[in-house]
């Protein structure tokens, strides 16, 4: 996706006030928290991430999780990462 500067400021001023939805723990970038994340993107569309391990190959990780998910990474900050994906108006349950 090719978002603007001024949607990137826009998503990162909306992210300051969200909660991380999403950790990632000892389990690493397993299916079940590819599946968690892109559930949380499917819901929310901006969703704040939390790395409690692997803290020292969170940039690399972060990356990852954005190709996985096919969504933006808008801005990782410590332990905290944001990620965008637009949510689709006419997916049903379980579609994204």
Known sequence: ?????????????RAQRLEPVVKLGHAGLSDGFIR???AA?????LVKMKFTDFKEQKHELALQIAEKTGSDMIM???NVAVFYRPVR???GPGEA
């Open 41 to 45: 993107l499917s819901l929310h569309g």
């Open 36 to 38: 968690s994340m892109d």
């Open 76 to 78: 990782q900050v410590g």
């Open 1 to 13: 996706m090719d978002l603007t500067n001024a949607v990137k400021r826009e998503l990162k001023a």
């Open 89 to 91: 108006k006419d997916a």
